[in-house]
């Protein structure tokens, strides 16, 4: 079995999407190449970054034009610096 394992302070974060296609109000289908990428994703794998404040799982948002886009066994991956990594997606409960 093959893995991605990120080196120095690299995360990878999952791109694959689900390939619906978006079709707007009036029908007309948007194709895969006009479609805005994601600044979001899920944590893959951490690399050797010390008291890091993500772990696997996590869904996090990264800069725009950041990382590598990697294709890895048919899944999308995108290996992005820990520093341009800007947020993570915390659940809580409504008040």
């Given at each position: ?48 970054i010390e008291n ?22 048919g899944k999308t ?19």
């Amino acid at each position: 079995m093959k893995e991605l394992v990120p080196v120095n302070q690299h995360v990878v974060l999952d791109l694959s999407d689900d390939n619906t296609e978006q079709v707007t109000s009036s029908g007309i289908i948007i194709p895969d190449t006009a479609k805005e990428k994601p600044s979001w994703a899920r944590v893959v794998a951490i690399g050797n970054i010390e008291n890091s404040e993500i772990a696997v799982n996590d869904l996090v948002v990264f800069k725009k034009y950041s990382g590598t886009e990697v294709e890895f066994e048919g899944k999308t991956y995108l290996l992005i610096p820990y520093a341009d990594l800007l947020a993570k997606v915390v659940e809580t409960e409504s008040i």
